[in-house]
């Protein structure tokens, strides 16, 4: 499970898929997660349920080298969202990035279940990653 303290440097998450299209033209592959990302992820799952603060951190970064869907549910230009799901997990994780010139970012992650995920993929706002 991923750990960083307030200063730490910010931790490589992993790589996203080849197949994924960036939303801004000199994003990187390679996806980052600052240590005040961290802590507003911890902060936000706990006051919710520990096991979807467990969860979220767990799949972080299966969700991003492996999404089983992509889309952006904000509307904002340079934002990519992610979900997937694990059999036997309370729910799927949405991992929502922020692309800038030179670097991918975590902006937030949580718990998201197939209800929702329908939701957003009929109006849109997700869609199945193709060989996914």
Do not use: Y
């Not at 307030?6 to 990187?28: N, Q």
């Not at 390679?30 to 767990?58: G, P, W």
């Not at 010139?101 to 957003?120: C, D, I, M, Q, Y």
Request: glycine share 8%.
């Amino acid at each position: 499970m991923i750990q960083l303290e307030p200063d730490d440097p910010p931790l490589l998450v992993g790589f996203l898929p080849a197949s994924i299209e960036l939303p801004c033209e000199d994003g990187t592959w390679s996806v980052h997660l600052s240590a005040r990302t961290f802590q507003h992820i911890c902060e936000k799952r706990e006051n919710e349920r520990t096991d979807h603060l467990s969860l979220v951190l767990s799949r972080l970064g299966t969700v991003v080298s492996e999404p089983t869907h992509v889309g952006c549910l904000s509307g904002k230009p340079n934002q990519l969202d992610l979900w997937a799901w694990t059999p036997g997990d309370l729910a799927g994780v949405l991992v929502s990035l922020k692309c800038l010139v030179g670097e991918t970012w975590v902006s937030t992650a949580f718990p998201l279940g197939t209800k929702s995920l329908r939701k957003h993929v009929l109006h849109g706002r997700l869609r199945p990653v193709l060989g996914a």
